[in-house]
């Protein structure tokens, strides 16, 4: 009887242990896997038993594992060593392995836990200093073995420890021989919750499972408890706190996956909106201008929607862009002289004729001069974020007012501009405010389908803002209105390096010869808007593409003036057919074109041997400005 007691107890440890557990005979098949084992191979019982276990070891472990087991079955004492296990969805997971061979009986017993591939040793040395009982020490169950102390009445009322492993005694902090044959009263502050539970057990004689926390230790525990004979209670238990936290952790990154599959799902519901929509009027009107009947006033009208949704399209692609670029770390700092009031009066001129078309007003905020509104930071990105700003504000504003400005905080000792966008717009509800600042996000608002936009304005000049060194945040109510805010530092000093602008804004075009020109690009579309762009100021037009017939072009024709490469092209690129080209020509005046406009393509382009460079699409007045400057 005390033979099957202890059996028991010692499938009960098998049952609630955490270790990997098995029972295999000599010849290397299971006999038995705890559900521990059976989860970590990914595994069911049935699987385990019907096939040898060598079959999931690793192949370069096979060898290594079988003299264990020949060692294990020629009386050797419990082996400790290490190997690698093939799991059923194909991953490797190291596992460091205690094994006892029981000679009489032609069986293994064995106990493992999951190390790290670094711990993983070279040659998965065995040691004997481990002993068969030392087993049940292992485990991490915190386990005891309590005899009650029951009044006349049959209640009850304490208990002595007869055993406890070694898991139990770290938790208490005590040595097993200051907790053996003492009384629980004696050592610890004992909860009637403990006691309740001997009592039930020991009078129904039914295992009892459970979860409780202890005010002792101040932890949550999953409790096991079963009969082991008349007054003696065998209890293993385990912290589920830990357990808990993965939980709560498992649960928010489900929550936050969740929410990003959401986002994404919205998102690219919007950007197909966003595409879509200009396309229809890109493709509908074009295919009107086709009709014979359309009238002068009509083609007008017609191509002034075209432009309208194509400027739309190249917005929508650009944010696009923008955080595909920002999210890959491509962005750059570009440092440049700005003067403050010049920039707000080009905003004012820009979103003028919007505003009145909106029938809002417009105004903006200068406080100082223009000798102290010049500073040094990246001017294309500043003007990126309070276009982004206006923009929003005058979109989401169908009356009122809109203004903005800036003013210089001097009063700390890091100097910053303050900028500024107020709007009398719709507001934003204020759930949404911390939110609209993140990728796909648009403020939850009533038909909100009304307003175009991709929701990454925001985010984009979330990230230019911190780029800069600044931050960003929003006031807003509904149906008042919303003050966007965002800082950059103050720098006036000279030490920053100072980067001109490709071409002036202003330069004038004067182009005056006839060019020899070579076009190579293997785009007909993009072909024939330069022809239609350079005709004028072209004596002879040559078209290549392929970047080995530019080459070869190129050698027959030493007298071409300028080349349109193309970076792009089949067969050869556009950076590989301009270094060529360098080899006989060095004069040529050759300008890179692009549609991939990342970081560093200007600087590629220079370092193969063009002289500027222009991303796609290409602005017409913008092309001929780079070539005026140089013809």
Known sequence: MENSNQNYIHKRFFELSLELIFIADFHGYFRYANPSLEKFLGYSTEELLAKDFVEHIHPNDLKKTEKILFNLSKGRNTLVFENRYICKDGSIKNIKWTATPIIEE??????????????????????????????????????????????DNGKVIDHYYRDVNPAFTKLVGKLRNEIINKRGKELFKIDDYWLDIFEKVNKTGDPITCQNLSSEMNRHYTIHAWKVKEGLIAVAFSDTNEQKEVENKLIKSKEKTEESDRLKLAFLANMSHEIRTPMNGILGFTDLLKEKKVSGEDQLKFIDIIEKSSNRMLNTINNIV????????????????????????????????????????????????????????????????????????????????????????????????????????????????????????????????????????????????????????????????????????????????????EVSSKAELSITKQLKILIADDDEVGVAFLIEVLKTHAKELLIANTGKEAVKICKENPDIDLILMDIKMPEMNGYEATKQIRAFNKNVYIISQTAFAQVGDREKSLKAGCNNYISKPIVKEKLLELISNHF
């Open 106 to 151: 032609g069986i293994i017993y064995g106990i493992g836990k999951e190390i790290t591939e670094q711990s993983l040793t070279e040659n998965n040395k065995y040691e004997n200093d481990i002993s068969y009982s030392d087993l049940f020490k292992t485990m991490s169950v915190n386990f005891m073995l309590n005899e009650l102390i029951i009044d």
């Open 322 to 501: 923008d955080i595909a670029k920002i999210e890959s770390g491509q962005v750059k700092i570009s440092i440049s002289k700005i003067n403050l009031n010049e920039l707000l009066d080009e905003l004012l001129d820009f979103f003028l004729p919007e505003a009145r078309k909106n029938k809002l007003s417009i105004s903006y905020t200068k406080e100082v001069s223009n000798k102290r509104a010049i500073f040094k930071s990246d001017k294309e990105k500043i003007n990126s974020i309070l276009t982004n700003l206006i923009k929003n504000a005058i979109r989401f504003s169908t009356s009122g007012h809109v203004d903005f400005g800036y003013h210089i905080n001097e009063d700390n000792k890091k100097k910053e501009i303050e900028f500024f966008v107020f709007d009398t717009g719709i507001g934003i509800p204020l759930k949404r405010q911390e939110a609209i600042f993140n990728h796909f996000v648009k403020a939850d608002i009533e038909d909100v389908q009304a307003f175009e936009g991709s929701g990454l304005g925001l985010s984009i000049s979330k990230a230019y803002v911190e780029m800069l060194g600044g931050k960003i945040w929003v006031e807003s109510k509904e149906g008042v209105g919303s003050k966007f805010y965002f800082t950059v530092p103050y720098h006036m000093e000279n030490s920053i390096n100072e980067e001109n602008d």
